[in-house]
């Protein structure tokens, strides 16, 4: 029985699985020397962090001003289910 199936495997094996693999070596060393051209990614630049941080602290503070906004104005107006029965 495995002697009827073993030319399919190898047929198989030709066909599919060694070009398969052919090509994930090919990429593979495609991307490898990509790498040798370009080592290393830069450093970031110390003004471009500072400057970053400075943003988020800003959006940081715009956003709790923004909440406090909410909050102070959900304060001022009624529940819901009084806002409701007043309209009737």
Do not use: C, Y
């Not at 029985?1 to 495609?30: E, K, T, Y």
């Amino acid at each position: 029985m495995l002697q009827d199936i073993f030319p399919f495997i190898i047929g198989f094996g030709l066909v599919v699985v060694l070009p398969a693999v052919s090509m994930l070596l090919g990429h593979q060393r495609r991307m490898a020397e990509l790498m040798r051209q370009h080592p290393q990614i830069p450093l970031p630049n110390p003004e471009v962090e500072r400057r970053l941080a400075g943003l988020e602290a800003q959006v940081s503070s715009l956003h709790d001003k923004m909440n406090t906004l909410i909050l102070s104005q959900e304060a001022r107006t009624p529940d819901l289910p009084t806002r409701l029965e007043n309209r009737n």
